[in-house]
């Protein structure tokens, strides 16, 4: 008998009481035993879900009051000292400390995890003593099995993964580290196995990452200590987002079971399994739903699958697993009533799974046979999406292919584009500028709840945009910036806004994830072909432009963007969608420019989140996020400036694709990247425009004049000060009205001090 299994379940609910819940909490509006009681019932509920279904092995221990790293952290008593805890259970108070702050201790950093929009807390261990605080993996198989009768398996993270994505350590300790850790995690297993537990999946997803001889030397030696210290515990290792690097070794583990993935590390896991075997005493997690995206499976081309492994493992070993934690995709498409029926019969969310993996593990058992009905379903919703008339735009498919085939590129090279625009704009050195939204005060937002609740028209909601662009225009001018934007009002989400104007994108009603703490998102989905259908943005930038001399940036964001922060399609490739979301973008830049606009800001903040995890593909997958870039800004001509924004996340390592992308200027975040951004400009010289952000606009507080002007003069040993702009970091739309008015005054004076002390040198 073949056995399904899920990596992990989402943890927000169907309707996201999961998130409304913790809020309350947060507010006081919520009692903690009430709470927990909540909390409870909304863990029970996911886990019945799953029983219902049939699923074999049920995961437990995967849910969270916020993050599973932090509850493994918080589990072993990796508290920072600036917290006051004293050893015990960690309390909620101290809990939510971390990851969100108290008015006396800052919250710990939070990151990516891996090439997911999911961030973690990062675990800080300098200075702890780690000791278990409780035994979360237990309480929580406990309650599975006394509530509701389920042999859970416990999820927790592994120890290398769990190292290795922690700071305030040194590479030299990470032995003594392992050394305090393992003892602990000794201790969580052999009483797992003293209550019975048959299955823990232990997490190592740093697996899939480029690890060194060191690492996989540590790794064998975690895994031998677990074998001795738990011989009758199954311990399946679990890998997920890509395949293996070392699959030789890991399989040679001592561990009754080995995860990985097959859809997303799918031909590197393959063809390691064909070239070395799978041994004949462990049992094969295959994960072969696709735990990230959102698309029906081909059951038939899984069963292939499943019989291509089956030539190395036999059934009664193999698991078909999620390739990874439901974490990433919503929860249900039961109550979406409002997609086009093509796109609704084709989509799994996390229930949807549920059902696909047993289905799978039914048919296998049955050598076939009895599910023939819900194979040729599958067949038939399938075909009908790709026959849909949103995926086949003929004349988009044949731009596209006829525009990817040329090497995008402006008319004239920087150097003399920086001339030509210089006599047009005759802008003073240090430009000032800012990125592009104001506050989107409560008004803001109460304006458009109204207009799209349907109580004020379409007219109503204009004149409402121009007022505020009407009042922040004056506001600009009289803070004396050099060049404006309209800020933004008529946005609520930067992808959003032109998903919505653009052809190839649904929206779902309820399809949230969670992206970190109670924060969820709803990426839109692009299920067909992208089509420019009008212009999206050119009313009002016009009409800014219409109220002063000054130039008004025009605003977009740029397609690797709207990409990385989407569902996507998968019968092309993202660099196709890449190019489509160029092609149409291509027409708003070229309509913009054609309204009068002669400067225009195609934002790139998730470029680097798509970097792929393998080092191998990386130069790849920038390769064409460049190009669609310069797609998109190519054809302007050689007056108009182009200048594209970059935040969120560390560049320094990728400024020679950033300045590939051959944009007049960029403005790019530097606060947060402590300084790694400068010093990698000391190592080569940036040669177009660049403004590096000179105050944090992610805190409210206002910065000093001193302050900026110590970031500028810091940027100016390594910048070219012709080339050099002055701006905030990042958008304003979260910030209040007077600290952004002040926060700029302050940042123009720092301009002006500048400007005096450089302008004879220049
Ligand atoms: N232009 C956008 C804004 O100012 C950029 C946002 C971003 O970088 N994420 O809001
Ligand atoms: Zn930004």
């Not at 395949?243 to 001592?254: C, M, N, T």
């Not at 799994?348 to 046979?369: I, M, Y």
């Not at 299920?527 to 000054?550: I, L, N």
């Not at 200027?665 to 000179?694: A, D, P, Q």
Request: glycine letters at 6%; hydrophobic letters at 40%.
């Amino acid at each position: 008998m073949i056995k399904s299994s899920v990596l992990g379940y989402p943890r927000i609910g169907e309707d996201r009481e999961w998130k409304r819940a913790l809020e309350a909490f947060w507010s006081g509006k919520l009692e903690e035993s009430e709470f927990h009681r909540e909390l409870q019932e909304i863990r029970l509920n996911h886990l019945r879900k799953q029983q219902e279904k049939g699923v074999d092995l049920i995961p437990v221990n995967d849910f969270s009051y916020y993050d599973h790293v932090l509850d493994t952290a918080t589990m072993f008593g990796i508290i920072p000292k600036r917290f006051s805890y004293e050893g015990g259970v960690v309390p909620l108070s101290v809990y939510y400390g971390i990851a969100r702050g108290t008015k006396d201790a800052a919250a710990s950093e939070m990151t990516k995890w891996f090439n997911t929009n999911y961030h973690y807390i990062v675990p800080e261990l300098e200075g702890v003593s780690p000791a278990l605080t409780e035994n979360k993996p237990l309480l929580a198989y406990r309650e599975a099995k006394e509530k509701l009768g389920i042999e859970g398996k416990p999820v927790i993270v592994g120890p290398l993964t769990f190292l290795k994505l922690s700071k305030g350590y040194s590479k030299s300790e990470t032995d003594s580290w392992l050394g305090k850790l393992l003892p602990l995690y000794v201790q969580l297993l052999q009483e797992l196995e003293a209550e019975g537990v048959q299955w823990v999946q232990i997490d190592e997803p740093i697996l899939v990452t480029k690890l060194s001889a060191d690492d996989v030397q540590h790794l064998k030696s975690i895994y031998e200590t677990f074998a001795a210290a738990v011989p009758n515990l199954n311990i399946m290792l679990q890998t997920y987002f890509e395949s293996v690097a070392y699959y030789k070794e890991i399989v040679s583990l001592p561990v009754t079971g080995i995860g990985l993935d097959f859809v997303h590390g799918f031909s590197g896991n393959i063809s390691s399994i064909k070239e070395v075997g799978f041994p004949s005493d462990k049992i094969l997690g295959a994960g072969i739903i696709d735990g990230r995206g959102i698309w029906k499976a081909s059951l038939r081309e899984k069963l292939k699958v499943i019989e291509a492994l089956s030539e190395f493992v036999t059934n009664d070993r193999l698991i078909v697993q999620s390739s990874c934690s439901l974490l990433h995709v919503p929860v249900t498409v039961r109550n979406e009533t409002k997609l086009l029926s093509e796109l609704r019969n084709a989509l799994a969310f996390a229930d949807e799974k549920l059902g696909e993996l047993v289905l799978l593990a039914k048919a296998v058992s049955s050598g076939g046979t009895g599910v023939t009905a819900e194979l040729e379903e599958c067949d038939r919703v399938l075909q009908a999406l790709e026959h849909s008339s949103e995926r086949n735009r003929k004349e988009i498919q044949h731009a596209v292919a006829d525009i990817s085939g040329q090497q995008p590129k402006r008319s004239v090279p920087f150097s003399e584009r920086h001339l030509a625009q210089q006599k047009r704009w005759q802008l003073p050195i240090f430009p000032t500028t800012t990125i592009g939204s104001f506050p989107q005060s409560a008004e803001v937002r109460k304006a458009r709840q109204l207009w799209r609740k349907g109580d004020w028209d379409n007219e109503q909601y204009a004149d409402f945009i121009r007022e505020q662009i009407d009042i922040w225009i004056k506001l600009q001018e009289e803070i004396g910036l050099d060049v404006l934007v309209h800020g933004e009002f008529e946005r609520t989400d930067m992808v959003e806004f032109f998903g919505e104007k653009l052809a190839g994108f649904a929206f779902t009603q309820f399809g949230w994830v969670q992206s970190y703490g109670s924060r969820c998102v709803k990426p839109p989905i692009i299920f067909g072909d992208v089509a420019f259908e009008e212009a999206m943005t050119v009313e009002e930038t016009k009409y800014a432009q219409s109220k002063t001399e000054r130039p008004v940036k025009g605003m977009l964001t740029g397609p690797i963007t709207i990409m990385n922060w989407s569902f996507v399609r998968e019968d092309i490739s993202r660099e196709q969608i890449a190019y489509q979301l160029a092609y149409a973008l291509r027409q708003e830049v070229e309509a913009l420019e054609e309204a009068g606009i002669g400067m225009i800001q195609v934002d790139e903040p998730a470029v680097r989140e798509g970097l792929p995890l393998k080092e191998e593909d990386q130069a790849n997958y920038l390769a064409w996020a460049v190009k669609a870039f310069r797609m998109t800004t190519c054809t302007v001509r050689d007056t108009t400036q182009i200048h594209t924004h970059m935040c969120y996340c560390e560049f320094h390592d990728m400024i020679d694709s950033i300045e590939e992308m051959d944009a007049d200027v960029i403005s790019i975040e530097t606060s947060r990247s402590h300084g790694e951004l400068i010093h990698s400009f000391e190592l080569n010289t940036y040669k177009l425009g660049i403004g590096l952000g000179v105050y944090d606009i992610h805190s409210p507080r206002i910065p000093r004049v001193e302050e900026m002007t110590s970031m500028i003069e810091r940027a100016l040993r390594v910048l070219d000060p012709k080339l050099f702009w002055i701006n905030p970091d990042c958008g304003l739309k979260t910030r209040g009205y007077q600290e952004t008015v002040e926060s700029l005054r302050n940042m123009v004076e720092a301009t002006q001090i500048a400007r005096a002390k450089h302008s004879l040198k220049v």
